[in-house]
């Protein structure tokens, strides 16, 4: 057996390395014993790929070997987005296999385990699946593999959630070679929405950059936005669980202003309640908002498995992580870019509003602005993280700034008594890496923080 790690998004290795043949039925064979001690033969079990080299290749080759262990399997008869498939995994109460390597670079490839829940797998699930992979487990049935069409389910789910109605503005689709080509665009194409886009196809190698919609990667887009005037823009990750949003000036929105302008949208517009679920790494702009709309606010840990949880537990309005996934009550506990991007189109129609005027009436609403960053530092070895994670915990001050509160939920989080101002320390968990997140209320300070942290 290879170097397999199976985490909470699954198992990613460069493909014709660890991501071998004989790697991907040993993951196979752990997630077809997990579904047979756990459900029997009997669970449904779908398969779906991203537009990655080798995708569909070894998706077929995981659905006929479930088959072969007696699972009936739906295989996707395209190229679909994880959250279309997680979709599909609640709708037909199944649970999925998608080979997805999402936003990381175009030589990578993984495996993502989907329980019929439609969320991240929990620890406790992906632990048995990682003891899975020394079991045997070789039971010869009688399944079968049908081609199967998961988009007009998801479709249909979809056009319940969110109106999609003709748009007096200027949409620009970046499809970014990515898996929601097909998606994002016929669902605005089905509702007579126009649109410009670009990058319109699948590419394997993602038009030689990488699969993530941040500003580095949407250049083009943003020129384009910018030359229009009166445009707005969207893109998505490789497997489109994740939105990159673009304003009317040419600016990236970030991910905390999306979900706290949705939380206005729907709690104002749409009349929805319950809480927020937002991650420690989150700007505090979303507890703002929460206040002042009376939305309780549960924190998390960073990433989407642990918002996940949270929003089976608590059903709230919206749920959401600063790297750009988000999703909303009566959808599923699993990221979906698209759901965002159309959301945002709903709220700007709802107002009659510009995004950049959404912005405003949320700095406005919130009544304070933040600025974030983050800083990755590298240590010798894993050993080095726990001292430097015991000096952050036992921290009075930092420079000019006076610690007030501390969460160690996730690594170290300092608050400090300016009440605009914090860090996170946090571990990255797969390598010697320290992730330091800063928020606060003027650039003067964020500068001033990451100077201070970055000499200590």
């Known amino acids: 057996m290879g170097n397999i790690k199976f985490g909470t998004d699954g198992w990613r290795a460069v493909v014709g390395k660890d991501f071998n043949e004989e790697n991907v039925r040993t993951v196979t064979k752990a997630i077809g014993k997990y579904v047979f001690d756990n459900f029997g033969s009997d669970k449904k079990i779908i398969v779906g790929y991203d537009p990655r080299n080798m995708a569909f290749e070894f998706a077929q080759q995981t659905a006929n ?34 080979f997805t390597a999402s936003h990381n670079p175009p030589e990578y490839l993984g495996i993502k385990f989907i329980p019929d829940y439609a969320g991240p797998a929990t620890s406790e699930i992906t632990d ?43 949409i620009i689709f970046d499809g970014l070679y990515s898996a929601s080509i097909g998606y994002f665009d016929k669902l605005l194409e089905k509702h007579n929405v126009k649109f410009d886009s670009l990058h319109m ?40 669980d994740r939105f990159g949003v673009i304003n009317e000036n040419g600016e990236y929105v970030s991910p905390n202003e999306i979900i706290s302008i949705l939380l206005m949208h729907l709690k104002k517009n749409k009349g929805y309640s319950g809480c927020l679920v937002k991650t420690v790494g989150a700007s505090l702009l979303l507890n703002k908002a929460a206040e002042k709309l009376g ?56 107002e009659n509003k510009s995004l950049v005027e959404l912005q405003k009436d949320l700095y406005d609403f919130a009544g304070c602005k933040f600025y974030n960053d983050r800083i990755d530092k590298h240590l010798e070895n894993f050993d080095e993280v726990k001292p430097v994670l015991e000096k952050y915990k036992n921290k009075t001050i930092v420079g000019d700034f006076r610690v ?53």
């Open 65 to 98: 070997q479930l088959a072969g262990y007696g699972f009936n399997v739906l295989l996707s008869d395209k190229v679909l987005p994880t959250p279309v498939l997680a979709y599909s995994a609640k709708y037909l109460n199944a649970c999925a296999v998608m």
């Open 128 to 170: 048995g699946l990682m003891k899975n992979l020394d079991a045997s487990f070789d039971i010869q049935g009688q399944g079968e593999v049908q081609k199967y069409d998961f988009a007009p389910d998801y479709f249909e789910h979809i056009e319940k959630l969110v109106e999609i109605k003709p748009f007096d503005k200027n």
């Open 201 to 240: 196809f699948h590419d394997v190698n993602f038009g030689g950059g990488m699969p993530e919609p941040k500003p580095k990667f949407l250049t083009e887009l943003i020129e384009k936005v910018k030359a229009d005037g009166n445009a707005v823009g969207f893109a998505n990750d490789g497997d489109a």
């Open 295 to 350: 939305v309780q606010v549960v924190e998390t840990a960073v990433g989407f498995k642990h918002v996940g949880e949270a929003m089976r537990k608590f059903n709230p309005i919206i749920g959401g992580e600063e790297s750009g996934g988000l999703s909303i009550q009566a959808h599923i506990p699993e990221k979906d870019g698209i759901l965002a991007n159309l959301l945002i189109l709903e709220a700007m129609a709802y």
């Open 404 to 456: 007030s509160k501390i969460d160690t939920k996730d690594g170290v989080k300092l608050y400090f008594d300016d009440n605009q101002s914090w860090i996170l320390v946090r571990p990255s968990g797969t390598e010697p890496l320290l992730r330091i997140y800063f928020e606060s209320g003027s650039l003067e300070s964020l500068e001033k923080l990451k100077k201070t942290v970055s000499s200590l």
